[in-house]
């Protein structure tokens, strides 16, 4: 079993790379199962991008919530798809997966374009093109590296465990709702309010608006709106474009 979470669709188009190579199934953390069994000898793999150098609010509450059942040997492996650093998101997911008595086998990175537009620039189409290109090669040797069932830490670039309580604060702030805003060229189609992953956002006269003082900050509304209507930070995001991983249907 293959878990994922995904927002624009790295981390989604990893885990069914190797769930493919691994003749396994997956499964969105949004489905809502936390109680899972695993047959004799399945691999367990957890696929989620990198969040201010940690993971994702809701992987984070996925793991916290996960029943996993299983007897006999497993291969419990984490992949972390990054922009800059996978930062401490394999310390992150081994800790919480030993308080629920899992060990985790194997931790790797992946390196994919980075959603987080407020710095980088994915308005050119060939430049990141050139990037999943290069994201093809890292995923094939991850593959291989699952499939030979290696164990320790394969993460490059990332960061110490210590800096999680500062980095987490900062997040924190960052992803108040109030950072975000919507543009007058809204349609009010209503695909950010059902796309949210905390449910932070509802219709209100035919425009969003965000019913929670924070979110995950994901920034899915922001890519997915088919108006780029969303913006954030007074509109920091709006020269560096939208992206979507293009091997996944939105």
């Known amino acids: 079993?293959?878990?994922?979470?995904?927002?624009?669709?790295?981390?989604?188009?990893?885990?069914?790379?190797i769930a493919e190579a691994l003749g396994e199934k997956?499964?969105?953390?949004?489905?809502?199962?936390?109680?899972?069994?695993?047959?004799?000898?399945e691999h367990f793999g957890i696929v989620t991008p990198t969040h201010w150098w940690a993971l994702p609010i809701p992987v984070r509450a996925f793991l916290k919530k996960l029943n996993l059942k299983r007897s006999g040997r497993h291969y419990v492996f984490v992949v972390s798809t990054y922009g800059t650093t996978p930062g401490c998101s394999g310390e992150e997911?081994?800790?919480?997966?030993?308080?629920?008595?899992?060990?985790?086998?194997?931790?790797?990175?992946?390196?994919?374009?980075?959603?987080?537009?407020?710095?980088?620039?994915l308005s050119d189409p060939?430049?990141?093109?050139?990037?999943?290109?290069?994201?093809?090669?890292?995923?094939?040797?991850?593959?291989?590296?699952?499939?030979?069932?290696?164990k320790g830490n394969y993460m490059n670039l990332k960061t110490p465990y210590a800096i999680y309580p500062l980095t987490d604060k900062v997040f924190a702030k960052v992803r108040s709702t109030k950072n975000l805003s919507v543009e007058d060229s809204c349609i009010g189609c209503g695909l950010c309010a059902e796309k949210c992953p905390v449910k932070a956002i509802r219709?209100?006269?035919?425009?969003?608006?965000?019913?929670?003082?924070?979110?995950?900050?994901?920034?899915?509304?922001?890519?997915?709106c088919p108006e780029?209507?969303?913006?954030?930070?007074?509109?920091?995001?709006?020269?560096?474009?939208?992206?979507?991983n293009p091997n996944v249907k939105v």
């Not at 997956?26 to 000898?41: A, F, K, N, R």
């Not at 800790?95 to 629920?100: G, Q, S, T, V, Y």
């Not at 093109?129 to 030979?148: C, G, M, P, S």
């Not at 780029?228 to 979507?244: D, E, M, R």
């Open 228 to 244: 780029f209507a969303i913006q954030f930070w007074n509109g920091a995001t709006k020269k560096h474009g939208q992206y979507t």
């Open 1 to 17: 079993m293959i878990v994922y979470f995904s927002a624009t669709g790295n981390s989604k188009y990893a885990a069914q790379r």
């Open 203 to 224: 219709i209100k006269d035919g425009k969003p608006v965000w019913v929670r003082d924070r979110c995950a900050l994901c920034f899915r509304c922001l890519h997915h």
């Open 93 to 121: 997911t081994r800790r919480l997966l030993k308080e629920k008595g899992i060990r985790l086998s194997a931790a790797y990175n992946i390196k994919m374009p980075d959603n987080w537009t407020v710095t980088f620039d």
């Open 26 to 41: 997956t499964m969105s953390i949004e489905d809502g199962v936390y109680d899972i069994t695993l047959e004799e000898d």
């Open 126 to 150: 060939k430049k990141v093109a050139r990037q999943n290109e290069k994201a093809e090669v890292n995923i094939d040797r991850t593959i291989a590296k699952i499939l030979h069932r290696k």
